[in-house]
């Protein structure tokens, strides 16, 4: 089992910017890939970002390319993403994730946390 534990949301303004973190505990944490997701309201979960076991490859959605940046400190047992250039649109509960390889692909994600709000104000 992977325990993880997301914080750092909160309410920004348009423009602004938030660090996200997720601690994990239990197994391993350098052995899993991970990911973050959110859900705004009235919406599916959609991928945001995942970061392989090592750090060494990154991938993300289009909407958010450019804006935020997923990294990982695997000495801490922690995945971060930072976001930039906040949307209003980008307003959701925000999920970190585990998997044994680096996917886009929500099902094959097998730890989840309990998210965080982000709000972004106009």
């Known amino acids: 089992q992977v325990q993880l534990v997301e914080c750092g949301g909160g309410l920004v303004q348009a423009g602004g910017s938030l660090r996200l973190s997720c601690a994990a505990s239990?197994?391993?944490?350098?052995?899993?890939?991970m990911g973050w997701f959110r859900q705004a309201p009235g919406k599916e979960r959609e991928f945001v970002a995942a970061?392989?076991?090592?750090?060494?490859?990154?991938y993300y959605a289009d909407s958010v390319k450019g804006r935020f940046t997923i990294s990982r400190d695997n000495a801490k047992n922690t995945v971060y993403l930072q976001l930039n250039s906040l949307k209003p649109e980008d307003t959701a509960v925000y999920y970190c994730a585990a998997a044994e390889r680096v996917v886009a692909v929500e099902g094959l994600y097998d730890y989840w946390g309990q998210g965080t709000q982000v709000t972004v104000s106009s």
């Open positions: 970061i392989s076991w090592s750090g060494g490859n990154t």
């Open positions: 239990g197994r391993t944490f350098s052995n899993y890939a």
